[in-house]
């Protein structure tokens, strides 16, 4: 009996002994921040807190704190400051050997940064140095904060403008003090699903932050990776520098090898890296070979050409085989040096209520099916856009060099949800758009209906649909964004058109929102809406008439001519794309000897008899496309009191008069839903319906 009880002191001291030895060998690691590092909301902090998801992931090697505390300052003179806290007591007598700080939040308060902004750098240096002082050895990183969504009650009364303040204040103190700096911003700012209050990120949340901790600490991204739009068969863009980029473990070496030509770089902390290789003017079957840590990763058959955007919603999205002469468009698409990028989304706007699989995926971004560069062929054709291949086909045929689309298209999709969040958080006018957006009067009502329709069994109250502000850049513009194009191709409004207002202001945002992505001043064509019996349509294709007209490298191609007065999705495809093709042929290739598009209203100018001459421009040989005098014209004394009015093509101007109207001060052309309007200039192609004022 004695024995067995020394054999069991003899155990017990074993284990006190390498427990304690275990104990001094661990890191201390800290986590000191407000109620995001606390674990606010959660129904067990202690266990779903990022800094207790990231002793998880780092393992029993670490000893990790949690040192939140809620409502907490970094200013010393703020509401509630975090020096005065006990956490911060508890913080230093902790002594870590990293501390890990995400403070700022709350300095966004109206109480704290107005007043006291100047002193936010000295009071973080300040904490800083406190750590050094209990811990000299101490791996510090400081954080960008975590997002603050617009659905906060103070965002536009000066959180959102605080907030970027703070984030450049946050990055220069880390360049004074010589820490480390985690981005805990970009990898949740476009999750708003997961911040019930737009302001503490839920258990999924804070699993991504203790990720993108565990990976700074760690210096572990999982080693080399390349972005899915760069593969086997993709055509680089001619005449560009070619941006390659990625991620690869900390510091770790990258070396790239396409064609001839080498480049290498390291991956910086945050496990990014880029590099360029010269422009090309013309290649094919080149080999892109990426190394990295003994890890290899092979693109072979790659051309050189023209690679362009092709995005939109169902009518750019509208499939080769779905259009007129489908078979004869499908054969003809052999041998012409295509290549193509078909993101085809994983599930469908139709009227249906999807299931609780895809509304997850939904939310994880994972919307895409997974696609790759391919070899336009017969057997995949019938499945692409037919607007985007007959835009591709006729720059074939000119240019006889290799193309790439990448088609980037959904159906119903508004405006709106291309354009990335930024860029509508900080618009003066469609911030607006991002509230209740289901409610929101800026959507049109058939978008929010079918997004309801499709979401009605989620039970997140914040579940992403496709047709919601930002969703499609954020999933599928940003994976793209930087792969060099030439410029893009848009087929959209339908979903927009109730309000004209609001998608002139939409347009211009997204514009910029793309172009500011691939830092480039990105030529822009799009297809005006075409003749549909919907009331709005007159006047939604003269705003884009003059959007064509406001914007530089930007320009329209007419569509009403093949519209379908009870059908969204005219089927006759092939004049659109090559309309735009002669526009991009004009404007960024040069080719001046192309006419780029129909007759197009000048200026119009009243006789004294009430005559008014109407002069264009790209009008030679301007007349009717069925031969007959030019119709649809109106002419009014005054805004909306319009008559119809008789029109006589003369020495390459248009004559037109009206007996009810003796001072005619107004013109309009093809101003119905479902237009005949017939005027069309000697390469038939016809013009664009739209209303002016006659001087």
Sequence with gaps: ?????????????????????????????????????????????????????????????????????????????????????????????????????HLGLN???????PDYRDEFIPDYLALIDTLRA?????????????????????????????????????????????TGLIDLHSPLYDRPDLFADALHPNEEGAGIIAKTVYSAITGEYGGLSLPAIYGNNMIIQRDKPFLLKGTANAGAKVTA?????????????????????APLSRGEGLVLEVKSEGKVVTFENIAVGEVWLCSGQSNMAFMLKEG????????????????IYDMKPRVITNPVAWDSIDLVKLNRHDYYKPTAWQELTPENAADFSAVAYHFGAMLADSLQVPIGLICNAVGGAPAESFIDRRTLEHHPYLVDILYNWRANDFIQPWVRQRASQNIANSKNRLQRHPYEPCYLFETGIAPIAGYPVRGAIWYQGESNAHNVEAYEALFGAMLQSWREAWNDELPFYFVQLSSLNRPSWPHFRDAQRRLALAHEKCAMAVSSDHGNPYDVHPKEKQPIGQRLARQALYGTYGYKNIVPEGPTAKAAQCDARGTVCLKLDNAQGLTTSDGEAPRTFELAEAQGLYHPATAEIKDGCIYIKCKQVKAPARIRYGWQPYTTANLINGDSLPASTFQMEIK
């Design 107 to 113: 300095d966004t308060d109206p109480r704290n940064w």
């Design 257 to 277: 090898r396409l064609g001839k030509e080498k480049r290498s770089t390291r991956a910086l902390p945050d496990g990014k890296w880029q590099m360029e290789f």
């Design 134 to 178: 209990v811990s000299p050895k101490v791996e510090i990183w400081i954080c960008r904060m975590t997002p603050i969504f617009n659905a906060h009650p103070r965002f536009k009364s000066g959180t959102r403008d605080w907030h970027a303040q703070i984030q450049q204040a946050i990055e220069e103190t880390a360049a004074i003090a010589g």
């Design 1 to 101: 009996m004695i024995y067995k009880k020394i054999v069991m002191l003899g155990i017990l001291l074993l284990f006190t002994v390498a427990a304690t030895f275990a104990g001094e060998q661990r890191k201390k690691v800290a986590c000191i921040g407000n109620s995001v590092t606390y674990g606010y909301g959660h129904a067990n902090a202690a266990a779903t807190s990022y800094p207790a998801q990231l002793g998880t992931m780092l393992g029993e090697k670490y000893d990790v704190r949690n040192f939140g505390k809620s409502g907490a300052t970094l200013l010393r003179k703020g509401h509630r400051p975090y020096n005065k806290q006990a956490e911060y007591e508890a913080a230093l007598e902790f002594a870590p050997d990293l501390a890990i700080i």
């Design 324 to 339: 007129t002469a489908a078979q004869k468009h499908i054969a003809s698409t052999k041998g012409r040096g295509i290549r």
